[in-house]
């Protein structure tokens, strides 16, 4: 037979090639399943290779490989705020949204264990690689501030923020997935109208930012229907404060 008639049965990989395979095979593990139940033997299985193979690879064993694989989700999830600072900022915000909730609902029982800790392969290192990935979000939405270099209170609102998009996340993937997804990120979205508005209300800075984000909304946009879903529940609640005795009277 002549050396050109058949194909080989396998194609061999480069070092990075086979790397990046077993990286992305392992997180697809990780993804559904608690870190500290994939042994290496379940990542060698789902790559169609070896255990020493692997071993090759990460010589450090499964922590190596779990912190690399979460390199990995980390690069991906950063990239989920990258956005192009065009348009009203509830729209910029609703897209990096979009994106996030669905890598958090293609990755849950992974999500969860990352973010909730206590996972047996849990280090300073891993910590650290989740903690970048919230300080890059925050610079991404302050970059969409047009204000890289804020003071403490608008720099704790966005920070305050992201926390709550992480929790909220969590809380959504232990009711089952409910609410549906987009009446989460328009709730989120809300949240962070809300926050922002609260710290302008009390902090210089925070106005202007405010002001300048406002003034990119349309009317008939979410920051609009926020406004006259809001505006009745302020009108009756300053109405009780109103009929309410004050101390002079009491």
């Known amino acids: 037979m002549s050396s050109s008639g058949t194909a080989p049965a396998y194609r061999r990989l480069t070092v990075?090639?086979?790397r990046s395979q077993l990286i992305t095979t392992a997180l697809g593990l990780f993804a559904h399943r608690p870190p500290e139940e994939v042994s290496l033997d379940d990542v060698a299985a789902a790559a169609g290779v070896s255990r020493p193979l692997?071993?090759?690879?990460f010589p450090g064993g499964k922590q190596q490989l779990y912190e690399a694989a979460l390199r990995s989700a980390a690069d991906e999830l950063e990239l989920c705020f990258a956005e192009p600072q065009t348009g009203p900022l509830t729209q910029r915000l609703s897209?990096?949204?979009?994106r996030y909730l669905t890598f958090v609902s293609g990755h849950d029982a992974g999500f969860m264990a990352l973010l909730q800790g206590g996972s047996v392969?849990?280090?300073s290192r891993t910590s650290a690689i989740v903690d970048e990935v919230r300080r890059a979000a925050a610079a991404q939405i302050l970059l969409h501030l047009d204000t890289p270099h804020p003071r403490p209170w608008l720099r704790m609102a966005v920070r305050t923020w992201i926390t709550t998009v992480e929790a909220a996340s969590l809380i959504w993937l232990d009711e089952g997935k409910r609410p549906p997804v987009e009446e989460l990120r328009d709730w989120l979205v809300d949240h962070f109208v809300a926050m922002l508005t609260v710290t302008a209300a009390r902090d210089e800075e925070a106005t202007g930012v405010t002001r300048r984000a406002l003034e990119l909304e349309v009317p008939e946009g979410r920051v609009g229907g926020l406004i006259r879903r809001v505006v009745p529940v302020v009108s009756d609640a300053a109405h009780l404060l109103d009929e309410q005795p004050s101390?002079?009277?009491a």
């Open 16 to 18: 990075d090639q086979r």
């Open 121 to 123: 392969v849990e280090t």
């Open 95 to 98: 897209r990096a949204l979009d």
């Open 54 to 57: 692997v071993y090759r690879y």
């Open 247 to 249: 101390d002079d009277e």
